[in-house]
């Protein structure tokens, strides 16, 4: 029996069981549980294409249909290449090697392509098909080991590109893509994708730490002085933290709410219900290895919360997901720095876990912390040949520039 692609219209349409034997050990935001998870809890239209050889699936893509591309700005290819964040990083880029009037003028002229080029990608790039994995920020082909990976990409690439003719789908995007796999690059290359680079993600290796003290020893002198102080105000601040195994609705409820003004604070679209809905179902999804974990007051119970983390754990790797904090409560009191880093970190050393996966964003805290960067993709292909010629000397400014910021495709940080 020749091999053949099957599109199914929803995670619940394919086993658990399937899916995840094509899943690394260590993606937690690619597995089943986790993307039936977010497709429930939000309302989304997810896309499974399987590729089956002789009635076994040997390779799969996931894909996020985005109809309206101000629903959450992480899944807009627009957002990725031209919203306020992206904009902002190439503001400094250039500002880094030029005067201060060239610097402007090369501002002014950015916001006038930056502002002509959203509008018209707006309008050709929707709907979209966006390959990422929803509020987990993953992107991959996922593969049976033993398959001819490239063949198996190459065909599962043919059958998205179908899959939008056949749905009038403007453009296909690989977001968020972890960007050290060959075969991938050059399948995309091959099938008209544009590549830039988007962000840099922070991971600690902890392996090799006995202990929170061994840890303190890979930072430099002054750092660790500073590490102590934030450990030792946060105690004196009369804060702790606490791992909450079984939460009631009311603790579930107040976690919500702190992770509303978090959302909040970045600009991003608020569901209180719904992430609800999700910290539950992530709770009570073992697989995905789930802990909560709360700051209170040292003689604070129940609900009454004034931080909290959702921190998930495969595969030896722990993956701080979804927090927030009660700023008049918390104070002074480091409670982001104890409850984020050196808690985590503890329990990593204590569990055996060999890395912690702190993802995108807050660069500078996370590299003073010891963690290591490493580059993120995105790829952007439009169905249209005319928007496509429209967009390509675009894209290749914006990955020059973000090179030029962030640094080359080996990580490397360019300060």
Known sequence: ??????????????????????VPPTQVYLSHDWLRAVEECFGLELVLFLLRDGGRTV?????????????????DPTGALFGDYETDHLRQALERDRSPQESAEAGALLAAVVRAEAG??????????????????????????????????????VAVEAFCRTEGIASQSFLWESGGDADL?????AHGYLG???DLE???????????EEYLRTLERKRRTVVRAEIRKFEEAGLRVERIADPDRAVIAR???LSEGQQKKYGLPVDRGAMERLFTALLAAPALGPAL???????????????FLLCLEAGGVLHPKFLGFDAAAVESGYAYFNLVFYHQIERAVAGGARRIAYGMGSADAKRLRGCRPTPVRGWIRFSSQAAQRRIEPYVAVFDCLKKQLLGDQDGRVLR
């Open 1 to 22: 029996m020749a091999a053949e692609v099957v599109v199914m219209r929803s995670v619940s349409a394919v086993g658990r069981a399937e899916w995840d034997a094509l």
């Open 59 to 75: 390779a799969g893509i996931q894909g996020l249909l985005v109809r309206d591309p101000d629903a959450f700005p992480y899944h």
């Open 120 to 157: 018209h990608t707006r309008a050709a790039g929707y709907p979209a098909l966006v390959v990422t994995s929803p509020y987990g920020y993953a992107s991959d082909v996922l593969t049976l080991p033993g398959t001819d990976r490239r063949a198996a990409i190459g065909e599962l690439l």
């Open 185 to 189: 690059h050059r399948a995309l290359t």
């Open 196 to 198: 830039f680079l988007s």
């Open 202 to 212: 922070h991971d600690l290796d902890t392996g090799s730490c006995a202990g929170l």
């Open 255 to 257: 976690c919500a709410e």
């Open 293 to 307: 974990y709360v700051v209170r007051r040292r003689d604070a119970d129940g609900p009454d919360v004034s931080g």
